[in-house]
C-alpha cells in the first residue's frame, strides 16, 4: 500500500519551460489536493478536486492548472514556469465524507526554476 | 475565508519539559482541526485531531484543546524528547467540502 505518491521528486526548470507533477493515491479516496510549501509560509492550498470530475481553486491557484485525471490521479501544471513558483509541492488525499477526514500526503516534489 | 495564525513561529525546549503550541481561527462555522508534525525534508504526517464537540483529546503525551467561544486550539506535548523536533502545523477545516487551512508552522527544537 503505497498512499500518496508524487513524481518526480526533483526538477530544475528554466524559465518559461513547462511541466506537469504527477500525483496518485490508491487508498480509494474521492478528494485530492495540490499544495506548495515556502519557507515561513506553511502549506498553500493552489487546487483542489473534492471528487472525480471536479475541481476548484484553492488560495494561490494563478500560474497553474490542474487535471483530475480519475479516481486516483492529479496532476499539476505550470504552463510558463516562473521563478516565484520555486518551492516544494505536496499532494494530498482523503475521503470524502459528511464529516472531517484525515488528509494523507505525498513525500513531495521539490521544483526550482532558475 | 477561513484564517489560521500560529505562534510561536520557533520554540525551544529542554529535554523532559513541556511545549505549547496555540492557534487561534477566524470563521465560527470550522469544526475540525488536525495537527500535522513534519520532520526535517519529510511530508507531513497527522499526530492528532479534534472535532468542535470536543474539548480536548489526549494521546500518550500529546493532547490538544479546544476553546470555540475564542477560537482557539493548542497543542501540549509533555516529556519532550529530542525526536519530538520537527516542525508543527496546526490547521482548521473550512465548512467548504474538507478543505483546510493551515497555520505557518512552529520549529519545534528538544535540546538534549
Known amino acids: 500500500n503505497a498512499g500518496v505518491t508524487q513524481t518526480p521528486k526533483f526538477q530544475v526548470l528554466k524559465t518559461g519551460q513547462s511541466m506537469t507533477l504527477q500525483c496518485a493515491q490508491d487508498m480509494n479516496h474521492n478528494s485530492m489536493y495540490w499544495y506548495r510549501q515556502d519557507p515561513g509560509m506553511g502549506l498553500r492550498l493552489i487546487y483542489y478536486?473534492?471528487?472525480?470530475?471536479?475541481?476548484d481553486k484553492g488560495e494561490v491557484p494563478n500560474g497553474y492548472n490542474v487535471s483530475r485525471l480519475n479516481k486516483r490521479e492529479f496532476s499539476l501544471r505550470l504552463e510558463s514556469a516562473a521563478p516565484s513558483q520555486t518551492s516544494v509541492y505536496f499532494c494530498?488525499?482523503?475521503?470524502?465524507?459528511?464529516?472531517?477526514?484525515?488528509?494523507?500526503f505525498g513525500d513531495g516534489t521539490r521544483l526550482s526554476i532558475l | 475565508g477561513e484564517n489560521v495564525e500560529q505562534h510561536p513561529s520557533t520554540l525551544s525546549v529542554q529535554e523532559g519539559d513541556s511545549a505549547v503550541i496555540k492557534c487561534t481561527y477566524s470563521?465560527?462555522?470550522?469544526?475540525?482541526f488536525p495537527w500535522y508534525k513534519q520532520e526535517l525534508g519529510k511530508r507531513p504526517q497527522l499526530i492528532i485531531d479534534?472535532?468542535?464537540?470536543?474539548g480536548e483529546k489526549k494521546d500518550q503525551r500529546i493532547a490538544v484543546t479546544l476553546n470555540k467561544t475564542a477560537k482557539h486550539f493548542s497543542l501540549h506535548i509533555t516529556e519532550t524528547q529530542p525526536e519530538d523536533s520537527a516542525v508543527y502545523f496546526c490547521?482548521?477545516?473550512?465548512?467548504?467540502?474538507?478543505?483546510?487551512?493551515f497555520g505557518t508552522g512552529t520549529l519545534l527544537a528538544v535540546q538534549p
Open positions: 494530498a488525499s482523503s475521503e470524502a465524507s459528511g464529516g472531517a477526514s484525515t488528509q494523507h
Open positions: 470563521d465560527s462555522a470550522s469544526n475540525y
Open positions: 479534534i472535532r468542535s464537540n470536543v
Open positions: 490547521a482548521a477545516r473550512e465548512k467548504s467540502p474538507n478543505k483546510l487551512i
Open positions: 478536486s473534492a471528487s472525480e470530475g471536479t475541481t
